[in-house]
């Protein structure tokens, strides 16, 4: 009987030996999970410092080690960029699944520019003012014309019946992505002379009002145009699912010179069209994902009120079956004499790059 009690007693000391080792090993993980600077093993590898790449812990193919490969691809070639054509870049991308765009440099707002165009033919279709992409609206997203921009503003302004109902319009519309845009800081009518219209019937670039919102000089940021482009690319199953394939088709179209009167000339060179190749940028850094694409750019003109001349560009991707948006914007040093882009330095730098971009989302 003495002998199973010291027995009994000696398992009840080892099991308490035991039990007290087990606690502190769980104190000693804690505290160096702690030191990580995580509090959830659901987020292991996030960097603790907003904006700070991840850390090793992060799996290869997880969202999380995909943003982080994607923030370090775009630092390096933003810089690469700047450096080898001498300005400024601003790049984003969001992909289905990511908690929000990965950027750099690209929460300082600009003019929209000829982006306003896909975002106009969005409106257009959602609000019910078309059906469909109408040949106008055609010409302003493959030939960036802004004469077909104008008809289509006016069509818009015509559904919703005055112009400041027109910019609530477009501004709930991209709402609905996450998107805040500033209000257009100019209108646009026939007898300003900067619209040389004469294939397109006068009335429809007249209008009802005689005047319409300029949504080109509305202002957002690069991370604003990547969202917009990855909620074009959601199809139907997105925000705008009434419109989204059918503007994404014909954005994925060839693109081609604008029928606007005199859109490439300029005093020194009075036709760029032969020079220029069209389906630069997008076109040419992801021609396996067929992009939906469209380019914008402006800011050398007196009445721009001192704004820098700017290109940008975005592009609605389908990566093997995960929507993804895509924006980069390039500041040249040098302020350009006129606003015709031809195969410029804007144009290699977006490029470069969109290139690099490519070829991360590849992996």
């Not at 112009?163 to 257009?184: E, F, H, N, W």
Request: proline share 7%; aromatic share 6%.
């Amino acid at each position: 009987m003495r002998g199973r009690t010291f027995d009994l007693r000696n398992v009840l000391l080892a099991s308490a030996i035991f039990l007290v080792a087990g606690l502190i090993a769980g104190v000693g993980l804690a505290a160096l999970w702690e030191g990580t600077g995580q509090t959830d093993p659901a987020v292991a590898g996030r960097s603790a410092v907003p904006g700070e790449p991840v850390g090793g812990g992060a799996e290869a193919g997880s969202p999380e080690g995909e943003i982080a490969s994607m923030r370090a691809t775009l630092d390096r070639s933003a810089a690469a960029a700047g450096k080898k054509f001498k300005g400024e870049v601003e790049a984003a991308v969001l992909k289905q699944g990511w908690p929000a765009p990965v950027g750099v440099n690209a929460d300082g707002k600009h003019k929209l520019w000829s982006l306003a165009k896909p975002v106009v033919a969005v409106a257009l279709i959602e609000v019910g003012a078309e059906r469909g992409v109408p040949d106008y609206m055609r010409s302003a997203l493959t030939g960036s014309s802004n004469c077909g921009q104008r008809i289509a503003v006016n069509a818009l302004q015509e559904k919703k019946k005055s112009p400041g109902r027109t910019v609530d319009a477009v501004q709930r519309m991209l709402g609905q992505a996450g998107i805040s845009v500033d209000p257009p800081t100019e209108i646009d009518t026939p007898a300003d002379g900067d619209l040389a219209c004469d294939g397109f019937p006068p009335e429809q670039v007249e209008g009802t009002d005689g005047v319409a919102p300029k949504f080109g000089t509305s202002r957002w940021t690069t991370i604003d145009a990547a969202r917009f482009a990855a909620a074009l690319a959601e199809g139907e199953s997105g925000p705008y699912p009434r419109s989204a394939e059918a503007v994404m088709r014909v954005m994925r179209a060839p693109k081609e010179a604008s029928p606007d009167v005199g859109a490439l000339s300029t005093p020194e060179a009075p036709d760029r069209a032969d020079d220029w190749d069209f389906d630069w940028g997008a076109g040419a850094a992801f021609p396996r994902w067929k992009p939906a694409f469209k380019s914008g750019w402006g800011g050398v003109s007196s009445d721009d009120r001192g704004s820098r001349y700017l290109a940008s560009q975005l592009a609605a991707l389908d990566v093997e079956g995960a929507p993804v948006g895509v924006a980069v914007t390039f500041y040249p040093d040098a302020q350009p004499v006129d606003d015709a882009i031809g195969r410029s330095e804007e144009q290699l730098a977006i490029e470069f790059v969109m290139k690099r971009i490519g070829r991360q989302l590849a992996k």
